[in-house]
Nanobody, 123 residues
Framework: QVRMVESGGGLVQAGGSLRLSCTTS????????MGWFRQAPGKEREGVSC????????YSVDSVKGRFTISRDNAKNTLYLQMNSLQPEDTAMYYC????????????????WGQGTQVTVSS
């Protein structure tokens, strides 16, 4: 049974930083591309960043480029998202997800999902 658990969310002031983690079990982690998604109230879920199986290729949505960094530790079966210079518009539930094959920022391409961790940025 695949299990993915996000952690590291919270309340932070604008300009602050958070580091999200996603620990996984029940899947061969290094066989999967991993992604971070977010969903704000009243909005559709949005792909934020994706990292390929080895970690040597990453993709991010324009709104987080230069501020967010996705990384992974295949030895620990864990995915990370370092978020710097946070802004109120980054407020959302953040989800990690796994997909076979290459990276994508489309939620429909992903096979497994975590339950999410809330990030709230105050102005």
């Amino acid at each position: 049974q695949v299990r993915m658990v996000e952690s590291g969310g919270g309340l932070v002031q604008a300009g602050g930083s958070l580091r999200l983690s996603c620990t996984t079990s029940g899947l061969t982690f290094y066989n999967y591309a991993m992604g971070w998604f977010r969903q704000a109230p009243g909005k559709e879920r949005e792909g934020v960043s994706c990292i390929n199986w080895s970690g040597n290729s990453t993709y991010s949505v324009d709104s987080v480029k230069g501020r967010f960094t996705i990384s992974r530790d295949n030895a620990k079966n864990t995915l990370y998202l370092q978020m710097n210079s946070l802004q109120p518009e980054d407020t959302a539930m953040y989800y990690c997800a796994a997909k076979s094959g290459s990276c994508s920022l489309s939620e429909h391409a992903f096979d497994y999902w975590g339950q999410g961790t809330q990030v709230t940025v105050s102005s």
